[in-house]
């Protein structure tokens, strides 16, 4: 699974610590997502995925700790300069312009690009989703679900990523869906994009990640190879039973 690990620097988080409502939720976190390979977190529901990815993204402010993508210091930073750094985040959810085209909704994910590297970036998205070439002037809120994750990795694979940060991704899809959407993760970490998967189903994750996270509690309780969980399962288990 491993993609051109020299084509951009890694995300490295280290120490964070997160509070939501003043409720501490995340507890000295350290990951790294390098380039080039697919990263996995796997975790229960409430154990502090979707806030990891929301402090790193900008939306929440982290306590302490730190984010940097190579020399740049993205601890803290707002929204639009992650974005602008090269760190692009796909939600949980689906989060659209529902009211907005195809086509407008990937053009919204390009703004701070410019001319050509906007075009550049639409003409690499569809390329891996072809199938958004005839739905390019139908509106968000006429897809299918499938359809719409579709439009939501396209948004953030159009803006040229270094880093992309998946929350979810098949949540609430067909299995067909998810079969489409597996190997653009392993197409995009190949082409030297790092990639941190976050994903219900730890057996999808594994099959593509080739570095692995156990988040349980706000902590990580196990970190290593995603060949390691998969050779054994039962230190998937001893992690999540770790944070109990």
Same mark, same amino acid.
């Given at each position: 699974?491993?993609?051109?690990?020299?084509?951009?620097?890694?995300?490295?988080?280290?120490?964070?610590?997160?509070?939501?409502?003043?409720?501490?939720?995340?507890?000295?976190?350290?990951?790294?997502?390098?380039?080039?390979?697919?990263?996995?977190?796997?975790?229960?529901?409430?154990?502090?995925?979707?806030?990891?990815?929301?402090?790193?993204?900008?939306?929440?402010?982290?306590?302490?700790?730190?984010?940097?993508?190579?020399?740049?210091?993205?601890?803290?930073?707002?929204?639009?300069?992650?974005?602008?750094?090269?760190?692009?985040?796909?939600?949980?959810?689906?989060?659209?312009?529902?009211?907005?085209?195809?086509?407008?909704?990937?053009?919204?994910?390009?703004?701070?690009?410019?001319?050509?590297?906007?075009?550049?970036?639409?003409?690499?998205? +569809?390329?891996?989703?072809?199938?958004?070439?005839?739905?390019?002037?139908?509106?968000?809120?006429?897809?299918?679900?499938?359809?719409?994750?579709?439009?939501?990795?396209?948004?953030?694979?159009?803006?040229?990523?270094?880093?992309?940060?998946?929350?979810?991704?098949?949540?609430? +899809?067909?299995?067909?869906?998810?079969?489409?959407?597996?190997?653009?993760?392993?197409?995009?970490?190949?082409?030297?994009?790092?990639?941190? +998967?976050?994903?219900?189903?730890?057996?999808?994750?594994?099959?593509?990640?080739?570095?692995?996270?156990?988040?349980?509690?706000?902590?990580?309780?196990?970190?290593?190879?995603?060949?390691?969980?998969?050779?054994?399962?039962?230190?998937?288990?001893?992690?999540?039973?770790?944070?109990?």
């Amino acid at each position: 699974m491993s993609g051109q690990t020299g084509a951009h620097p890694s995300l490295v988080i280290t120490g964070l610590n997160v509070e939501r409502g003043e409720r501490p939720v995340l507890h000295d976190v350290s990951i790294t997502i390098p380039p080039g390979e697919v990263t996995t977190l796997l975790g229960p529901n409430g154990a502090g995925k979707s806030t990891l990815v929301l402090a790193v993204g900008g939306a929440l402010r982290p306590t302490d700790g730190t984010v940097a993508l190579g020399d740049a210091d993205l601890t803290r930073a707002r929204p639009e300069k992650v974005r602008g750094a090269g760190v692009a985040v796909v939600p949980e959810g689906r989060r659209l312009l529902p009211n907005l085209t195809v086509a407008d909704n990937l053009r919204v994910a390009t703004f701070s690009l410019s001319r050509d590297d906007a075009t550049a970036g639409i003409d690499r998205a +569809l390329e891996l989703f072809p199938e958004l070439k005839k739905r390019f002037e139908t509106t968000a809120r006429s897809l299918s679900g499938g359809e719409q994750q579709m439009v939501v990795l396209a948004q953030a694979l159009a803006s040229r990523p270094k880093v992309l940060l998946v929350d979810e991704l098949s949540l609430g +899809l067909a299995p067909v869906i998810v079969k489409r959407l597996m190997p653009v993760i392993e197409e995009v970490a190949a082409s030297g994009v790092g990639v941190l +998967l976050i994903e219900q189903f730890a057996h999808v994750a594994l099959a593509l990640a080739n570095n692995a996270y156990v988040i349980e509690g706000g902590r990580i309780q196990y970190s290593g190879t995603a060949q390691a969980l998969k050779d054994d399962p039962t230190l998937l288990q001893k992690a999540y039973l770790l944070g109990a």
